[in-house]
C-alpha cells in the first residue's frame, strides 16, 4: 500500500468543497489529476470513499472512517513543515470560526489580543450561525467554533465561555410604558423580526420567550443582525437580540429596551470535533480564550 500525502490532501478537500470540480479549483490542479487521485487513493485502500449518485460524490460510512485520520495527518505535516519557521511554538494555521454576535463584537479582539500576545498571525476567521458552525467542525473545516446555540453532538467538545445578557427592544414610540419592569404577558401579539432558524440568537428566543407566550408572529426572519435592528427602529416589530448587538443604537435613542422581570442569559461555547488533531497553537489559542474570557465577565 502506498497512500500519499497528495491523495489524502485531495480526499480532504473534497469533503470540504463537496464537488471534484471545487477541489480542483481550491487546490490549483486540473478536475483530472483531482478525479486520478482519488481514484488511486480507494483502489489503494481497497475501498470507496463516496457513494456516486446522480453525478454527486457523496461521503459513505468508509469516507467518514477516513476523514479525522486524513486530516490529523495533514495537519502533522504543516506542524512539521512550520517547525523551523520560528522559536514561537505557535507556527502554523488556525480556522476559527463563529457565531455572528461573537464573531462581530468579540472574536476581532480576542484574535487581536492573541497576535499581540504570541506575535501569531496566520489565523482565519468564518462567521455563520451555530449550526453551521457546527456542521463545518464535524466536517474538519474549522479548528475551533465559538457559538450561541446549545448543541448536543457525540462527536463534539463543547466547554462553557462567557455569558451574555439578551434583551427585547422595539422602536422607542412602540415601547410599552410603566415605572417597573414588565411579566413576559406585555409582548403578548407581538410582531416579531428574528434571525434564520439555526441561529443561536433565534433559538433562544423561541425556548425563552416564544414557548411563554400564546400568540406572537414573524414578521420578518433576516440573517443580518444590522437589517434586524434597522427594521425594528423602522417600526417593523419587536426583537431578542444580545445587548452587545443594539447598546450603540439604544444609547443613541434609536432603540427602547423593554424591562423584564425575566433576566435573560445565555451562555457562549467555545467548540471543536474531539477528533480533531490539537496542534500547538491550537492548543496556545484555547487556553488564550478561556483566560481572556475570565478577565471580560
Not at 420578518?220 to 427602529?233: R, W
Not at 437580540?241 to 439604544?250: D, K, Q, Y
Not at 435613542?253 to 423584564?260: F, I
Amino acid at each position: 500500500m502506498n497512500v500519499t500525502f497528495r491523495q489524502l490532501k485531495v480526499f480532504v478537500c473534497i469533503t470540504q468543497e463537496g464537488s471534484i470540480t471545487a477541489a480542483a479549483e481550491k487546490l490549483f490542479l486540473t478536475k483530472s489529476a483531482v478525479s486520478m487521485a482519488l481514484a488511486e487513493l480507494e483502489r489503494q485502500l481497497g475501498r470507496k470513499m463516496f457513494d456516486r449518485t446522480n453525478k454527486q460524490l457523496i461521503l459513505n460510512e468508509q469516507g467518514r472512517r477516513l476523514l479525522p485520520l486524513a486530516d490529523e495527518l495533514l495537519d502533522r505535516v504543516d506542524a512539521i513543515t512550520q517547525l523551523f519557521e520560528g522559536e514561537d511554538a505557535t507556527n502554523g494555521n488556525l480556522r476559527v470560526g463563529s457565531s455572528y454576535t461573537i464573531g462581530n463584537h468579540l472574536l476581532p479582539t480576542l484574535l487581536g489580543d492573541f497576535r499581540k500576545h504570541t506575535g501569531y498571525l496566520h489565523q482565519s476567521l468564518s462567521l455563520s450561525n451555530s449550526t453551521t458552525t457546527c456542521r463545518m467542525l464535524l466536517d474538519f473545516e474549522l479548528d475551533l467554533g465559538f457559538i450561541e446555540a446549545k448543541i448536543s453532538d457525540k462527536h463534539l467538545v463543547i466547554e462553557p465561555w462567557m455569558t451574555d445578557e439578551m434583551v427585547v427592544v422595539c422602536a422607542p414610540s412602540q415601547a410599552p410604558q410603566a415605572d417597573s419592569p414588565f411579566d413576559l404577558e406585555v409582548l403578548e401579539g407581538r410582531n416579531w423580526v428574528l434571525r434564520e432558524p439555526g441561529s443561536g440568537t433565534r433559538e433562544f428566543f423561541v425556548m425563552e420567550v416564544a414557548a411563554k407566550l400564546e400568540e406572537w408572529t414573524v414578521a420578518f426572519e433576516l440573517s443580518s443582525t444590522t437589517a434586524i435592528i434597522n427594521s425594528v427602529i423602522a417600526g417593523l416589530g419587536y426583537t431578542m437580540l444580545s445587548r452587545r448587538s443594539v447598546s450603540t443604537a439604544i444609547e443613541d435613542g434609536r432603540l427602547a429596551v423593554v424591562p423584564l422581570k425575566h433576566t435573560m442569559i445565555r451562555q457562549f461555547s467555545l467548540v471543536y470535533n474531539k477528533e480533531k488533531y490539537q496542534s500547538p497553537v491550537f492548543k496556545s489559542f484555547r487556553e488564550y480564550a478561556h483566560k481572556w474570557a475570565l478577565g471580560r465577565e
